[in-house]
T-cell receptor
Framework: DTGVSQNPRHKITKRGQNVTFRCDPI?????LYWYRQTLGQGPEFLTY????????KSRLLSDRFSAERPKGSFSTLEIQRTEQGDSAMYLC??????????????FGDGTRLSIL | DQQVKQNSPSLSVQEGRISILNCDYTNSMFDYFLWYKKYPAEGPTFLIS?????DKNEDGRFTVFLNKSAKHLSLHIVPSQPGDSAVYFC????????FGTGTRLQVFP
């Protein structure tokens, strides 16, 4: 049973650089979610996809952030012109979807981003 | 505006005893609640859930109670084991998940 996979696990970059993270959800899961967790807080919702359609974006997702899920399978999250405040753990989750709203989401182990 | 509140940042319990983690929420539109457990350097792991049409759900050592009128949930773990030591998040679902700030549970021998 393959769970949600995220790459890379860690990313260290200089302020102003662009970074991209990848998430591979559990196969056959239609819904894919991105969250961000900072120290001492619970994860905060960023955006989610139903298949390839991006259905909701949080106001936390500034115009420097973009997420895609081009073929309804894996997803990428890109942050342009990174800032110190972008340092966080970025978590991806997936769930079956398909009309079943109340289903647990299954999380990957996250990508930890550190901005120097 | 914290819609899901976990007012106890930490809890310490002796092995074999009951652990009770509490959670309050503000939005009466929430109709599905979950508890997740998180170990360091890992993603949150789903533990147990409850729909708003129920007031109790049990799974082995874990029981979640929901009091809709008080907008309050609690997670009971009995008996507590050292491997239960982790951060526990109370979560409400409205398509997306809305997390509390977490309670760090430590179970000591």
């Amino acid at each position: 049973d393959t769970g949600v996979s995220q790459n890379p696990r860690h990313k260290i970059t200089k302020r102003g650089q662009n970074v991209t993270f990848r998430c591979d959800p559990i196969s056959e899961h239609n819904r894919l979610y991105w969250y961000r967790q900072t120290l001492g807080q619970g994860p905060e919702f960023l955006t989610y996809f139903q298949n390839e359609a991006q259905l909701e974006k949080s106001r936390l997702l500034s115009d420097r952030f973009s997420a895609e899920r081009p073929k309804g399978s894996f997803s990428t999250l890109e942050i342009q012109r990174t800032e110190q405040g972008d340092s966080a753990m970025y978590l991806c989750a997936s769930s079956p979807g398909g009309g079943l709203d109340n289903q647990p989401q299954h999380f990957g182990d996250g990508t930890r981003l550190s901005i120097l | 505006d914290q819609q899901v509140k976990q007012n106890s940042p930490s809890l310490s319990v002796q092995e074999g005893r009951i652990s009770i983690l509490n959670c309050d929420y503000t939005n009466s539109m929430f109709d599905y609640f979950l508890w997740y457990k998180k170990y360091p350097a890992e993603g949150p792991t789903f533990l147990i859930s409850i729909s708003s049409i129920k007031d109790k759900n049990e799974d082995g050592r874990f029981t979640v109670f929901l009091n809709k009128s008080a907008k309050h949930l609690s997670l009971h773990i009995v008996p507590s084991q050292p491997g239960d030591s982790a951060v526990y998040f109370c979560v409400a679902s409205l398509n997306k998940l809305i997390f509390g700030t977490g309670t760090r549970l430590q179970v000591f021998p």
